[in-house]
């Protein structure tokens, strides 16, 4: 299986159930679009606790993106259960098909020249390890939000670990559910320590060499 792909076609991490079918090359490559947006698409996979600050970073980086003259897309994990993966649950065979899911839309993005910005516990290595050859190793950028689990449960932005704790939700990651933190990330992250503003810059400086023209 290849570890990095900048083409159109797929990673095959899934057996397909579909037969009689045959993979279309368009006329267009994903480094022409990336000629005319001006940057060298990636995503930045933000994986982290609840709590940890994904969503606040994802958007926010998305913006000052945007700002700079850079196309670039959000894709949030209760967003994307309202739509797409709203057929799934929090089981760990449901984590590892959401994960796939997000990381194939990720690839689209990618090679359609946008940079993705993705908020996803993604708790497990091998769902991330997967969704990094999904997406292609050269396009993969792992940050790691390590703010540590009492700030995340004291933040509790949306009472999740209240009612965790109470037993009002399973497999909940850091109480009833693991999380296997990166072993080898390109960003670690204290949100715990460094507020919006230090973060931020902080993914960005990773991903100005990818501007270009600029």
Known sequence: MQSERTGNAPARNV???????????GKITPDERMQLLRQDAATI????????????????????????????????GDNMRHGL???L??????????????AEVARLFNNAGIFVVTAFISPYRADRAMARDIIGAGRFIETHLAAG??????????GLY???????????????????????????IDTG????????????????????GA
């Open 149 to 158: 689990m009492e700030i995340c449960e004291r933040r509790d932005p949306k």
């Open 85 to 87: 993966n709203r057929d």
């Open 45 to 76: 996979w933000l994986t982290g606790l609840s709590g940890s600050g994904k969503t606040t970073l994802a958007f926010e980086v998305e913006k000052r993106l945007f700002m700079h003259g850079h196309v670039a897309y959000a894709l949030d």
């Open 15 to 25: 057996q397909a159930v579909s037969s009689n079918i045959t993979w279309s090359e």
């Open 162 to 188: 209240k009612k965790a704790r109470a037993g009002e939700i399973s497999d909940f990651t850091g109480v009833s559910a693991p999380y296997e933190t990166p072993e080898n990330p390109a960003l670690s």
């Open 193 to 212: 320590r460094l507020g919006v503003e230090e973060s931020v810059s902080e993914i960005l400086r990773a991903v100005r060499p990818r501007f270009r």
């Open 89 to 102: 649950g929090f089981s760990p065979r449901d984590r590892t098909e959401n994960i796939r899911r997000i």
